[in-house]
């Protein structure tokens, strides 16, 4: 299992962005036959939605493009995820100043923002307050390849 790179992606509520992430890169791992290598999932800074499916209009996105999310449900990001996992993902400054908070600092610079592995460093768009998800769709498929790209690189 510690041969595995464990990633965790967060983002406020973990029913838009965080679970496209998830499920994206599961995409993007299992397309590059590197099911094996990887565990990855995703949660919430917040309380708001845990339990709560993914938000319709991210699904569908997802569906357009061939990736189910079947049975994700929403959970809040925890002190012992930090321990967890290799890389704890944000989608925005917000949410990393949270993460930050839950996990009482970050001592082995774990916590990076997805966009920072981009060519265009910043937030993930969030389509909660946007309702523009083929923006957050472009995010997160270019970071989630920016990603994958530099953890193949080592």
């Known amino acids: 299992m510690k041969n595995k790179k ?4 967060v983002c406020h509520g973990n ?8 499920f994206v890169m599961k995409d993007l791992v299992r397309k590059a036959g590197l099911e094996d290598c990887f ?10 939605e845990i339990g709560n499916g993914v938000y319709p209009p991210a699904r569908r996105k997802l569906a357009e493009h ?6 994700k449900t929403a959970r809040q990001m925890t002190r012992s995820d930090y321990a ?9 400054s917000w ?3 949270n993460m930050n908070r839950i996990s ?4 082995e610079g774990k916590i990076v923002m997805l966009m920072d592995f981009t060519k265009r460093p910043g937030d993930v768009a ?18 989630c390849q920016a990603l994958l790209e530099d953890l193949r690189k080592g």
């Not at 083929?134 to 997160?140: C, G, L, P, S």
């Open 104 to 107: 009482g600092g970050d001592p």
């Open 95 to 97: 949410n990393i100043r």
């Open 15 to 22: 029913i838009c962005r965080s679970p496209m992430a998830e």
């Open 126 to 143: 969030d389509p909660w307050y946007t309702g523009d998800f083929e923006a957050t769709w472009r995010d997160v498929l270019e970071g």
């Open 84 to 92: 967890r996992y290799d890389l704890l993902i944000g989608m925005d």
């Open 39 to 48: 565990v990855i999932e995703s949660a919430a800074t917040s309380t708001e």
């Open 6 to 9: 464990a990633i965790l992606f």
């Open 66 to 71: 061939g990736i189910g999310c079947q049975g």
